[in-house]
């Protein structure tokens, strides 16, 4: 009778284990997804990225020759100086760009 319970046990720690595993594997199209490329001219959109980070000087002095500002927190986007607005958020606030300026390697228009 202990015999049977202790299986009966095990086997469903075996059907939890194997059904955990199964739920959280990637399926195809997650897969799909995660390899498909950004549209974005952005250098960063190996990491989902539509911009540029603010630790990138190099996007942020090509942003300012090309007359622009750079505009966003952690994300940032080459913008015409007076199209980049605070906006709210269910978080809080951020800072989004209304109208960009294309600057090679760093941003494109939306």
């Avoid at 199209?29 to 990225?49: D, P, R, V």
């Avoid at 980070?53 to 015409?80: F, H, L, R, V």
């Avoid at 100086?81 to 809080?92: F, I, L, S, T």
């Amino acid at each position: 009778m202990n015999r049977k319970i202790t299986l009966l046990i095990l086997l469903a720690c075996v059907v939890c284990v194997a059904t955990f595993m199964f739920s959280f594997a990637p399926s195809d199209a997650e897969l799909k997804l995660k390899k498909s490329h950004s549209f974005s001219a952005s250098k960063n959109h190996e990491w989902g990225f539509d911009g540029y980070t603010s630790y990138d000087k190099e996007c942020q002095k090509k942003c300012k020759d090309a007359k622009g500002m750079s505009c966003g927190k952690a994300q940032q986007n080459c913008c015409k100086n007076d199209q980049c607005v605070e906006e709210d958020n269910w978080y809080g606030t951020s800072l989004v760009c209304k109208a960009r300026v294309p600057v090679e390697g760093c941003t494109k228009p939306k």
